[in-house]
């Protein structure tokens, strides 16, 4: 019922920029906070940003502070992550993903999130 649908990866080089959204259908999407998280190959998936629909307040990981910025259009139900001077270690698939009630402990966990997107792949070349 829940659906979430990544769009914007691509092959960039250093230094460029990419804007990924996340497409929500299947629920209501103000009550939800909507995550980012990325998985790079042999790596555990990791939260890299956050946006809480009940107060706007937002979440960044210390890797991606200062380069990625997230936001929500809720007339289109979308979430964004715009994310600037790329590095080659931002290569990896990105998820969105949704959780309902979230309570807020100081960091994302992906255990906390219900439903996922299917991904999409974002590669920074040196």
């Known amino acids: 019922e829940v659906q979430l649908v990544e769009s914007g990866g691509g092959l960039v080089q250093a230094g460029g920029s990419l804007r990924l959204s996340c497409v929500a259908s299947?629920?209501?999407?103000?009550?939800?906070?909507i995550g980012w998280f990325r998985q790079a190959p042999g790596k555990e998936r990791e939260g890299v940003s956050c946006?809480?629909?009940?107060?706007?307040?937002?979440y960044y990981a210390d890797s991606v502070k200062g380069r990625f910025t997230i936001s929500s259009d809720s007339a289109k139900n979308t979430v964004y992550l715009q994310m600037n001077n790329l590095k080659p270690e931002d290569t990896a698939n990105y998820y969105c993903?949704?959780?309902?009630?979230?309570?807020?402990?100081?960091?994302?966990?992906?255990?906390?999130?219900?439903?996922w997107g299917q991904g999409t792949q974002v590669s920074v070349s040196s």
């Open positions: 299947g629920f209501t999407f103000d009550d939800y906070a």
């Open positions: 946006i809480h629909r009940n107060d706007g307040s937002t």
């Open positions: 993903a949704v959780a309902p009630n979230l309570v807020w402990r100081g960091f994302l966990s992906a255990a906390d999130f219900n439903s």
